[in-house]
């Protein structure tokens, strides 16, 4: 469904991401982690086109992306979420969702009173708010709700734009443990028809979740394997010396 084919990106000097190949199978939820530094956002930021590579390609569905603005991937099917926040604060639940649901299918209008007007936006924000248990708080306004909230409504503006392939950078930083728990677990059983690539920095959280894991390290992928493996793999216990001790 995604595959990157010998990805690579340096900033000046500084070697950033070093032959990164991946390949997910359509459903496949994959957790890429790597310490801090490491390369992740840059990958995320080269697959969602907001950089451009110095070589390697990016095949979305079979279909090479990697010249493709990043308005063409999302058409194409492929939505991410930030680390940063992206929510119209003084919007509500339901209107940011809406939006992203409106923007995705080109129907938005100028006012945005329409979107919500409209049944299959209504229907899209219905659903995704269901999935991601935003259900209850849809009415509110977004500088209202909790910060856990938000982070569920980052994912939902990508879910909204019913995508492929979401990649979703860190979406339980900020987050306590327990909560970040539940928040994998939610992922987790979104539809299998979407394939989700997720960065984490917390190798525990990524059990809850991933299908498989990859481990970048300086910029070059260090592992490619089942979570068991990772659970058990020596070289990883010494990337990770002291969070995974923790994990
Ligand atoms: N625009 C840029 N110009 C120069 N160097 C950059 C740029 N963006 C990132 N870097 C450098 O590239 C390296 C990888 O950064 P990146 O943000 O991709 O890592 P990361 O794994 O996401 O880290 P973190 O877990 O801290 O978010 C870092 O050394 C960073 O300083």
Partial sequence: MLEVRHLDKRFGPIHVTRDVSLRLEPGERRVILGPNGAGKTTLFNLLAGELAPDAGAILLGGRDITAAPVAERARQGLARSYQKNTLFDALSVAENLGLAAAVATGAARSILRDCLAMPEVRETVREVAARLHLSPHLDATVSAVSYGVRRQLEVG???????????????????????????????????????????????????????????????????????????????????????????
């Fill in 157 to 247: 503006l990508a879910l909204a734009t019913r995508p492929r392939v979401i990649l979703l950078d860190e979406p339980t930083s900020g987050i306590g443990p327990e909560m970040a728990h539940g928040f994998h677990h939610m992922l987790a059983s979104l539809p299998r028809e979407l394939t989700l690539l997720i960065v984490e920095h917390d190798m525990d959280l990524a059990f809850d979740v991933a299908d498989r894991i990859t481990v970048l390290n300086y910029g070059e992928v260090v592992f490619d394997g089942a979570p068991e493996e990772a659970r058990n793999s020596a070289m990883l216990k010494d990337i990770y010396l002291g969070s995974w001790e923790n994990a």
